[in-house]
């Protein structure tokens, strides 16, 4: 009997992306080695590195990332399309040891990217890998867009949030996907009129995640200056700043489009980690976002194998 070709389709989420790691080791403990990997903005990130072999250095970095980490990668480019640059990124994963081109890897892997002047979803199989993953990773206001083949691309949760359709373009027999973009919605913006003053603070504070501080420290004071009077924190304001408002838009916008494009391809089994309260930025969170795929694994591995069972059988 065959075995049947397993693929990972791992989803967008930026920040809740480290849950790809969880859902990895909880399915390699179980047994069951995906032989296809396709992975959309953080999905591509955590993909790219699986692919190489590389998994166990992400999850220690992810682990141990703070603040001071994080901005350490960030480099500001307000004149690039974005607030950051991302050279830093890509230097980064160039360090985690992966190798240089996608053809490398151990793994098949594409990484889904948007070209953001006709809004095509491009699918980025072959050349370097980081600046592969680079363009992926870049969402909208936050990244400027990568220039690969003389087209401008973006992040690939633009069009296809959960990459679904790569893996069975690829000729995969079973297919596992991770959407990092359930129960998203329903946050509240603005802090409400009767909450008490030490309540608000606190909702601030909660408001400007680890990634948004180290981002924030890295822009130049007189910048950070112009920014503060143009509400991009909406701490203490009666009305959402820029971070709130982009990330909440991102969330609607990915809700939206991962349910219609899963209607219409939907996996073999899908893993729905419970990372909603986890923030677009929240990178220091790792250890909450590898625990939540792990349940998420656990929850509906039972599943996964009937149906691989029965494949198998076919």
Not at 25 to 40: F, H, M, N, S
Not at 61 to 70: F, H, I, K, L
Not at 204 to 230: C, D, F, H, T, W
């Amino acid at each position: 009997m065959a075995k049947p070709s397993i693929a990972l389709a791992l989803g967008s989420g930026a920040a809740r992306g480290w849950a790809h790691i969880g859902v990895i080791d909880a399915l390699l403990e179980a047994g069951i080695k995906p032989d296809i990997v396709c992975g959309t903005s953080m999905g591509a990130l955590v993909g790219s590195v699986y692919a190489s072999g590389r998994l166990e250095a992400l999850r220690d970095w992810a682990m141990g990332a703070d603040w001071r980490s994080v901005a350490a990668m960030v480099d500001v480019g307000l004149l690039g399309g974005g607030l950051v640059d991302g050279v830093h990124i890509v230097k980064w994963l160039t360090s985690m040891g992966l190798p240089e081109n996608i053809e490398d890897l151990k793994l098949p892997f594409t990484a889904v990217a948007t070209d953001i002047s006709t809004g095509r979803e491009i699918w980025l199989q072959s050349g370097p890998l980081a600046t592969a993953v680079r363009a992926s990773i870049g969402m909208p206001g936050v990244f400027s867009p990568t220039k690969i083949d003389g087209r401008w691309l973006s992040d690939g949760g633009l069009v296809n949030p959960v990459p679904v359709s790569v893996c069975r373009a690829m000729g995969a027999d079973f297919i596992i996907a991770v959407n990092l973009n359930e129960d998203l919605l329903g946050r509240r913006l603005v802090i409400e009129p009767n909450v008490r003053p030490d309540e608000a603070e606190q909702a601030g504070e909660a408001a400007k995640p680890e990634g948004i501080l180290a981002l924030i420290a890295s822009i130049p004071a007189s910048v950070r200056e112009q920014m503060s009077s143009l509400n991009f924190f909406g701490a203490g304001s009666s009305a959402p700043g820029y971070f709130d408002v982009l990330t909440n838009a991102i969330d609607i916008m990915q809700d939206h489009i991962t349910r219609s494009r899963l209607a219409g391809e939907p996996p073999h089994a899908m893993v729905a980690p419970r990372v909603a309260e986890i923030g677009l930025m929240d990178f220091h969170r790792a250890a909450e976002s590898i625990a939540a795929g792990r349940a998420a694994v656990e929850q509906i591995l039972p599943v996964i194998e009937v149906k691989l069972n029965g494949r198998s059988r076919l």
